[in-house]
């Protein structure tokens, strides 16, 4: 297999577009340059990069945005530093995170949305379960 060099702007740029782990830097570069989908894709271990946040199994990218409605205000929050990050206060789980806005019980899962890096479109957090 034949290696490029690319800066780290670059390098930042393809690692955004990537949806999941699944989906490999040379996927990325086939989908900007218009190519079909490659054969089989790069096996690459899964393991969170760092600043990842991994929750019950869910990875969520660096970077990865989350909102929430709670009575007519929004929160936001931002994956960082291996954490759910809110208002400053980092959190561990979603339903801490949630919990201290409602200060009641409630599930995270439900309670946020997220919006991974390099994508468009809000999701719940348990459609990332599987």
């Avoid at 929750?55 to 936001?76: M, S």
């Avoid at 995270?108 to 479109?121: D, H, L, M, N, Q």
């Amino acid at each position: 297999m034949r290696t490029i060099e690319v800066d780290f702007d670059v390098y930042k740029a393809l690692m955004l577009r990537r949806p999941s782990e699944d989906v490999t830097e040379n996927d990325v570069l086939r989908e900007l340059l218009g190519l079909s989908p490659g054969g089989k894709s790069a096996t690459r271990a899964n393991l969170p990069a760092p600043g990842d946040w991994v929750t019950k199994g869910v990875r969520f990218p660096a970077g990865t945005e989350f909102r929430a409605n709670y009575k007519g205000q929004t929160y936001l929050g931002r994956a960082e530093s291996g954490a759910l990050v809110v208002n400053g206060e980092r959190f561990d789980t979603p339903s801490a995170a949630a919990m201290s806005i409602t200060k009641n019980p409630v599930n995270g899962w439900t309670f946020w949305e997220c919006r991974v890096p390099g994508r468009a479109s809000w999701q719940l957090l348990k459609a990332m379960r599987k």
